[in-house]
T-cell receptor, first 114, second 113 residues
């Protein structure tokens, strides 16, 4: 099983809402990532988790809060988002954080903030 | 910091014709290079990667790429494209610690029937 799943596929939320994105993998990977991708642009790294610990936060606003409850699951909690946060949010995983290992990407959650 | 340049933002090509998507990187250290494809409304899928060894790398779906250290390039090629190859293609280099990929700006390949 080389699949990374993400739920929901689509999410529309108001600026005062609280919502969460979920990502799951069952490949035994110990590194998981959140990316943000705007239309016609490459993915931008947001967070990296290594062995369930946050190792990189790319200066992401605090309205985005990641959580890694276990080695298979990664959440992104959203609160008080802005319309410019509308984007495709991609989750990825790799065996470990190492330049030798490719990242496996999920299909993404398309977020619209109204 | 490392950077990746994809000079062609859009490449239209007729079905069954060959295609080359260009990628150049800048780095003073050894690099690990990747090509990913993103079909409409989907995540990214790895096409191929270069870590070391043979400079000609074979990937999935008939794609291949050649690592050229002197020209700091990693161009992607396919001898005969299909309609189903229409997608966005990203070249990426891994940073030395493996914490992240530096992605190019992407090339939109459109295969014309």
């Amino acid at each position: 099983d080389t699949e990374v799943t993400q739920t929901p596929k689509h999410l529309v939320m108001g600026m005062t809402n609280k919502k969460s994105l979920k990502c799951e993998q069952h490949m035994g990977h110990r590194a998981m990532y959140w990316y943000k991708q705007k239309a016609k642009k490459p993915p931008e790294l947001m967070f990296v988790y290594s062995y369930e610990k946050l190792s990189i936060n790319e200066s992401v606003p605090s309205r985005f809060s990641p959580e890694c409850p276990n080695s298979s699951l990664l959440n992104l909690h959203l609160h008080a988002l802005q319309p410019e946060d509308s984007a495709l949010y991609l989750c990825a995983s790799s065996q470990v954080v190492s330049r030798s290992y490719e990242q496996y990407f999920g299909p993404g959650t398309r977020l619209t903030v109204t | 910091a490392q950077s990746v340049t994809q000079l062609d933002s859009q490449v239209p090509v007729f079905e069954e014709a060959p295609v080359e998507l260009r990628c150049n990187y800048s780095s003073s250290v050894s690099v690990y290079l990747f090509w990913y494809v993103q079909y409409p409304n989907q995540g990214l899928q790895l096409l191929l990667k270069y870590l070391s060894g043979s400079t000609l790398v074979k990937g999935i779906n008939g794609f291949e790429a050649e690592f050229n250290k002197s020209q700091t390039s990693f161009h992607l090629r396919k001898p005969s494209v299909h309609i189903s190859d229409t997608a966005e293609y990203f070249c990426a280099v891994s940073d030395p610690d493996g914490n992240q990929f530096y992605f190019g700006t992407g090339t939109s390949l459109t295969v014309i029937p």
